[in-house]
């Protein structure tokens, strides 16, 4: 047997750090070695925020059924400007749960609306492919968006889209301003004194919404330095 080593070398915010692996391969006839040796660096010049909306109801689910995201808001801040340089909305199909008559008045999303949509496999997919969201950090306000990918990943058998770095907005916020308690998004803006655009609890709009908060954070703190 052979014994030979790999170093891999990945980038980890600004610190370069070195790993190294050992293989053992027969020294018969060739040797076939599967190691990835591609840069994991992040790309720290924006942040993705995100939003999700999802099936819910007044009380319980009915039987049978489950939350499951049928939008997802999407907003790219670029940081060294604090500029939203992007928004987007992608409606989804729900496959094991119904759009609700309260879910309708607090989204305005419909059934027939969302049958129109893409699956949730797809959507992760495009996450991956147009935002690099493995490799950027990722923000959303509160941790709901984040246990709910993560619910419908391990509910679906869906590679789970987003990288291990995630802001939480509305925790920040609440660090930032000195608050006891954490306070919703549309609670937020009013006390930075900044207009809630668009349609609360549509995920394109909140997104945008929680990236404007999220760029005067970074600006005032920035600011100080």
Known sequence: MIWFSAVILR???NDDVVRRRDFRASGSAQIHINVE??????????ILVVDVEATCWEGSPPPGQESEIIEIGLCLLE???GQRLDKQSILLRPERSQVSPFCTQLTTLTQEEVDRGTTFKAACLMLQQQ???KN???A???DYDRRQFQKQCEAFAVNYPFGPTHINVKNLFAIAHGLADEVGMAKALELMQRPLAGVHHRAGDDAWNIAGILSELLLKLRSRQ
């Open 11 to 13: 980038k980890e915010q």
């Open 131 to 133: 935002y690099a969201s």
């Open 136 to 138: 950027r950090v990722w």
């Open 37 to 46: 040796l591609h840069a994991m660096s992040k790309k720290l010049g924006k």
């Open 140 to 142: 959303s306000y509160g």
């Open 79 to 81: 940081i060294a400007s």
